[in-house]
């Protein structure tokens, strides 16, 4: 009974030993080599289809809301993210333009006209599509090797974009680079002692096939 | 004749109701919207102002008795604004630059104080509006703490708030409630605000 009782002690050590070894991020050590390896697989990947969650979590409300939907993204510049659990929805960034419609109302905004707009539109933009290495100088990055996945985190050095996301964590998969997760996490409010967040999850990916072009008109 | 027509908001002409009486209130004998939050709540909310449109999620929970919190956020995460409010405070937790305007803080402070009812104390006084046909239907002209407000009340049983009025001319404000949708309208500034309960 004894020896059973140990047996069992060291097999919990062990999974505890492998998930703290699963969770542990560690830098990675050549980051030029990685930056480079990303920017090839980004310079190869024309388009993106996937299904998405999204996770926001309001620290205020103590909850999360959950939605989910399709993803699509080509190259350049065209993303597009068509909610539709809870509610039908369609965010859509076009070149400069960025559109958000829903039940039939659209509001489409000039990023160039909205330095602002423009430059979430970048991030957002650049790091759905994995393609990160043009998001120029206004952001930090260090790169960590997480388990299966490299985790880029992202640090926005100006205060403007600070304001929307004091750090964005950015999961790529190890062996093609491609996006896993995406943790935009806001700047703690006023009154409260955890950061709101948002979360996305891509999966079912497929890669460099066909995406019509209409999907990401605006008008 | 004219004259006691004249006199009746808007709100309660529309139901053929005429002032019966003034008369004490306890404010939790009345159920405003929102008012029995349990948990957190969902809405999505649809922004109509002028010829732009915008569309978000606006999350409600209430902090304490009296005491609530929304957050609105775009569909993809960004926080547009975050209050607090009470009867005694209205606290702006974070607010968008572009939103961030004495006067845009102003009418949505006085907005979310009528439908919340955190602008009367705990009992009022009231005139009291009815049309002996609709018995169901009343009528509460209130001087709340910010101005002339009133309230439509169905069923009367239940003190469900169905409708609000308040403010001048160019602040005033039309607030609905249905079962899941809520429709906050500023006609005069031609602004609209749609809540529909997400059901998660």
């Not at chain 2, 004219?2 to 002409?13: E, H, N, S």
């Not at chain 2, 609530?68 to 409010?85: A, H, K, N, Q």
Request: glycine share 4%; hydrophobic share 40%; charged share 25%.
């Amino acid at each position: 009974m004894k020896i059973m009782k140990k047996v069992l002690i060291l097999i919990a050590l062990a999974i505890a030993s492998m998930s703290f070894s699963l969770q542990a991020a560690n830098p990675v050590s050549d980051v030029a080599d990685l930056k480079a390896k990303m920017q090839k697989a980004a310079a190869n990947v024309t388009s993106i289809q996937s299904d998405f969650t999204q996770e926001k979590y309001v620290s205020a409300m103590g909850s999360s809301m959950k939605s989910s939907g399709k993803f699509y993204y080509q190259k350049e510049n065209k993303v597009k993210l068509e909610y539709l659990v809870p509610f039908k929805q369609n965010l859509v960034m076009n070149g400069n333009k960025l559109m958000m419609e829903m039940n039939g109302k659209k509001n489409i905004m000039d990023a160039s006209a909205n330095p602002m707009a423009g430059e979430l539109k970048k991030v957002i933009s650049a790091c759905m599509s994995g393609d990160i290495a043009n998001m120029g100088d206004n952001y930090k990055l260090e790169f960590f090797l997480d388990g299966s996945n490299y985790l880029v985190k992202i640090t926005p050095k100006t205060a403007d974009i600070q304001k929307f996301a004091q750090q964005v964590d950015l999961y790529l998969d190890a062996k093609d680079f491609s996006v896993v997760k995406m943790k935009m996490i806001e700047p703690i409010k006023k009154g409260q002692s955890k950061n709101d967040y948002t979360e996305y999850t891509f999966s079912n990916k497929k890669m460099n096939e066909k995406v019509s072009d209409s999907i990401f008109v605006i008008k | 004749m004219f004259l006691v027509a004249g006199c009746t908001p808007k709100l309660f002409r529309d139901l053929q109701m005429r002032p019966a009486t003034s008369v004490k209130i306890h404010r939790g004998n009345l159920m405003p919207a929102f008012d029995r939050l349990e948990t957190a709540k969902y809405y999505t909310a649809q922004i109509d102002f002028k010829e732009n449109s915008m569309s978000g999620i606006l999350a409600l929970t209430k902090e304490s008795e009296g005491q609530f919190r929304m957050v609105m956020m775009t569909t993809f995460g960004i926080t547009l604004f975050d209050f607090s409010i009470s009867r005694d405070s209205f606290i702006v937790n974070s607010c968008m630059e572009q939103m961030n305007k004495k006067v845009v803080l102003n009418i949505l402070e006085k907005d979310f104080r009528s439908i919340f009812m955190l602008n009367v104390p705990e009992q009022f006084s009231a005139r009291y509006y009815k049309n002996p046909q609709k018995p169901n239907w009343i009528g509460y002209g209130v001087n709340a703490d910010d101005g002339e407000c009133d309230y439509l009340i169905y069923p009367r049983e239940t003190g469900f708030v169905r409708n609000i009025q308040n403010g001048g001319s160019i602040k005033r404000m039309n607030a609905v409630f249905d079962e899941q949708v809520v429709t906050i309208h500023h006609p005069k500034l031609k602004l609209k605000l749609v809540l529909t309960e997400m059901q998660q």
